[in-house]
């Protein structure tokens, strides 16, 4: 193994497993060593939000059916999603990264980029920060986290899904490529239903299969972007980067179905969940978004995509579900079962800027307001989540356009 010189990039991933199922079997002891599936509770309509480990041994996965779920695992626990729960633990995880280096980048509750770079001086090698950062996580938390570390950031993500749950992988720059070639070409960021149809006619299985492919060839196949895209990353080419605070553009969550969904129910319960994923996100960003996005796509990657601007910024869930459910009732999208469903928020506004109104009533923003930071204040000091917000009731589905 070749030893890491002074002025070598090293970037970490580090990706919490099963982290919302992970947090319930910590919080519960006797759910341990038994199938847990957060989401929709059995009878009633909706999808799987995450399953741990002990669950997707029978084949549950998120996004699945709940139905589905319950058919295949009867005896698994079945627990309704606690957002606010999940949040402080993301807090104190990021609490916990930041003190290994000051350069620590969230990508969702439950994943983050660090740069590593230098820290061999503190810690010693990139394993023993690999093991550093696994075992402050877990006597910080009692939560079991799988990493990756390598020369950047494609490296450092496919590292920490290599060797998942509780895994650690250090690819050092002179086996990046050996390291690559024999994943399938599905590992890439970037690789959809489409795109996967073109490899497959192509015969193209492996990275390695891929990295054969001469660029103009790949470029007619896909396009000059796409192309390029995918030839960098089977030379595991990407960019090491890792910014504390990135400015987002916005911050958005989605969900694509194993089977294509046309129940509204469904929807609207998926659609929940994901407003509150985004919502959570904002106000530990301190971020306040003013316009909200719906994205659906359909069968044949048809993708459609409706905004809202609100009179006001927002990080209430509420807020973000009573509207992006009214693009998808009222935002002239065909009527045929859904693929992927997705919420996002942008155009920004610190959080201390009054939120929007709920039920078109001005003098309850303050109060909302206060009623937000109360929740997260709790989540912090009890971290039972016993404050949640509710929701409004849903918009009639069958109310004309």
């Given at each position: 193994?070749?030893?890491?010189?002074?002025?070598?990039?090293?970037?970490g991933?580090a990706?919490?497993?099963?982290?919302?199922?992970?947090?319930?079997q910590?919080d519960?002891?006797?759910?341990?060593?038994?199938?847990?599936?957060v989401?929709a509770?059995?009878?009633?309509?909706?999808?799987?939000?995450?399953?741990n480990?002990q669950a997707?041994?029978?084949?549950?996965?998120s996004?699945?059916?709940?139905?589905?779920?319950?058919?295949?695992?009867?005896?698994?626990?079945y627990?309704?999603?606690?957002?606010?729960?999940?949040t402080?633990?993301?807090?104190?995880?990021f609490k916990?990264?930041?003190?290994?280096?000051?350069v620590?980048?969230?990508?969702?509750?439950?994943?983050?980029?660090?740069?590593?770079t230098?820290l061999?001086?503190?810690?010693?090698?990139?394993?023993d920060?690999?093991?550093?950062?696994?075992?402050?996580?877990?006597a910080?938390?009692?939560?079991r986290?799988?990493?990756?570390?390598?020369?950047?950031?494609?490296i450092?993500?496919?590292?920490s899904?290599?060797?998942?749950?509780?895994?650690?992988?250090?690819?050092?720059?002179?086996?990046?490529?050996?390291?690559?070639?024999?994943?399938p070409?599905?590992?890439?960021?970037?690789?959809?239903?489409?795109?996967?149809?073109?490899?497959?006619?192509?015969?193209?299985?492996?990275?390695?299969?891929?990295?054969a492919?001469?660029?103009?060839?790949?470029?007619?196949?896909?396009?000059?972007?796409?192309?390029?895209?995918?030839?960098?990353q089977?030379?595991?080419?990407?960019?090491a980067?890792?910014?504390?605070?990135?400015?987002?553009?916005s911050?958005?969550k989605?969900?694509?179905?194993?089977?294509d969904?046309?129940?509204?129910?469904?929807?609207?319960?998926?659609?929940?969940?994901?407003?509150a994923?985004?919502?959570a996100?904002?106000?530990?960003?301190?971020?306040?978004?003013?316009?909200?996005t719906?994205?659906?796509r359909?069968v044949?990657?048809?993708?459609?995509?409706?905004?809202?601007?609100l009179?006001?910024?927002?990080h209430?869930?509420?807020?973000?579900?009573?509207?992006a459910w009214?693009l998808?009732?009222?935002g002239?999208?065909?009527?045929?079962?859904?693929?992927?469903?997705?919420v996002g928020?942008?155009?920004?506004?610190?959080?201390?800027?009054v939120?929007?109104?709920?039920?078109?009533?001005?003098?309850?923003?303050?109060?909302?307001?206060?009623?937000?930071?109360?929740?997260?204040?709790a989540?912090?000091?009890?971290?039972?989540?016993?404050?949640?917000?509710?929701c409004?009731?849903?918009?009639?589905?069958?109310?004309?356009?």
């Open positions: 193994m070749t030893l890491a010189c002074a002025k070598q990039r090293w970037v991933h990706d919490l497993d099963a982290f919302y199922a992970s947090v319930e910590r519960c002891p006797e759910y341990r060593d038994r199938p847990v599936v989401g509770l059995p009878g009633h309509r909706g999808v799987v939000a995450a399953a480990y997707r041994a029978f084949g549950i996965h996004a699945m059916p709940i139905a589905e779920a319950y058919r295949r695992c009867p005896d698994a626990v627990l309704r999603p606690d957002m606010a729960k999940y402080r633990v993301s807090r104190e995880i916990i990264l930041g003190t290994l280096t000051p620590v980048e969230p990508v969702s509750v439950d994943e983050a980029y660090l740069d590593l230098g061999e001086k503190l810690l010693g090698s990139p394993e920060i690999g093991r550093e950062i696994t075992h402050r996580i877990l910080g938390t009692g939560l986290a799988s990493v990756g570390i390598g020369p950047n950031r494609l450092a993500k496919l590292g899904e290599h060797r998942k749950p509780n895994g650690l992988t250090v690819v050092y720059p002179d086996e990046v490529l050996d390291f690559l070639a024999p994943m070409v599905a590992s890439l960021r970037g690789v959809g239903r489409q795109t996967q149809k073109v490899f497959s006619r192509l015969g193209i299985k492996t990275v390695s299969e891929l990295r492919i001469p660029f103009r060839y790949l470029e007619e196949q896909l396009g000059q972007k796409a192309a390029a895209s995918f030839h960098d089977a030379l595991g080419i990407a960019s980067e890792v910014v504390p605070g990135r400015s987002r553009k911050i958005s989605e969900t694509t179905f194993e089977e969904v046309q129940d509204q129910d469904i929807l609207h319960d998926v659609l929940r969940g994901l407003a994923e985004v919502a996100t904002a106000r530990r960003e301190s971020l306040s978004g003013s316009v909200v719906l994205k659906i359909f044949g990657f048809e993708t459609h995509t409706r905004q809202h601007k009179p006001l910024p927002t209430d869930e509420r807020v973000i579900l009573r509207e009214a998808f009732l009222h002239n999208l065909p009527r045929k079962p859904v693929r992927l469903i997705g928020i942008n155009a920004w506004q610190q959080a201390q800027s939120q929007a109104d709920l039920f078109d009533q001005p003098r309850e923003n303050a109060r909302d307001q206060r009623l937000l930071e109360t929740i997260d204040r989540a912090d000091r009890f971290g039972k989540g016993i404050l949640q917000l509710g409004p009731p849903k918009i009639n589905k069958n109310e004309p356009q």
